[in-house]
């Protein structure tokens, strides 16, 4: 594993068409019915700030310019609106607009750094979030000892509910983890 696969998924559902069934009239009303999908890749991690690869730890906590993007990117999506989508573009056809991201829904890893990058998200956008224990880090959660990468379980239910409250859990999480190396 060479690259961080770990992100926030944050999806905005918009069922806004006619029933299942119906003839649509014209291509904007399809559109309407798509779901909008943002990926959001965590914050910088400190093994992303660490300079040598023997320091890096298994599930490595934000760093402080990793928490101050994950503050900035809750602002930028509270305070600014999709723009790609107006009554000019065609997606939306008509004067009608899209004031906001309309996000509906926040989906993070059971990754350390994935829960820290959501949490700012979530306060500033009235959501709780849902780990989902299949998007994570390719790999999973692992160190590299001596030349051979050894799985770990990850973050108990205790310690993530003890430090994210308000999340929500799939039953996967347990007291003894949530990653599975032999899968």
């Known amino acids: 594993p060479t690259s961080s696969n770990t992100c926030a998924i944050i999806s905005r559902i918009s069922f806004l068409a006619h029933a299942r069934g119906q003839n649509l009239e014209k291509p904007a009303d399809y559109l309407k019915r798509l779901m909008e999908l943002y990926i959001i ?46 009554a000019g573009s065609g997606f939306v056809g008509g004067n009608e607009t899209i004031s906001d991201f309309g996000i ?11 829960l820290q990058t959501a949490a700012p998200l979530a ?10 224990i299949d998007i994570h880090e390719q790999g999973g959660i692992y160190l590299t000892q001596d030349g051979v990468p050894t799985g770990f379980p990850g973050r108990t239910r205790p310690e993530i509910l003890g430090e994210f409250p308000d999340y929500v859990l799939p039953e996967a999480v347990t007291d003894q983890g949530w990653y599975d190396a032999m899968r």
């Not at 910088?44 to 101050?68: E, F, H, V, W, Y």
């Not at 509906?104 to 994935?114: D, E, F, I, N, P």
């Open 41 to 86: 890749r965590h914050g910088q991690s400190q093994n992303n700030a660490i300079g040598n690869d023997s320091n890096r730890t298994m599930d490595p906590l934000l760093t402080d310019l990793g928490k101050q993007q994950s503050e900035k990117l809750s602002e930028y999506l509270v305070n600014n609106r999709d723009t790609r989508f107006n």
């Open 104 to 114: 509906t829904h926040l989906y993070c890893s059971a990754m350390h750094r994935a």
């Open 123 to 132: 306060q500033a956008l009235g959501l709780k979030p849902e780990v989902w």
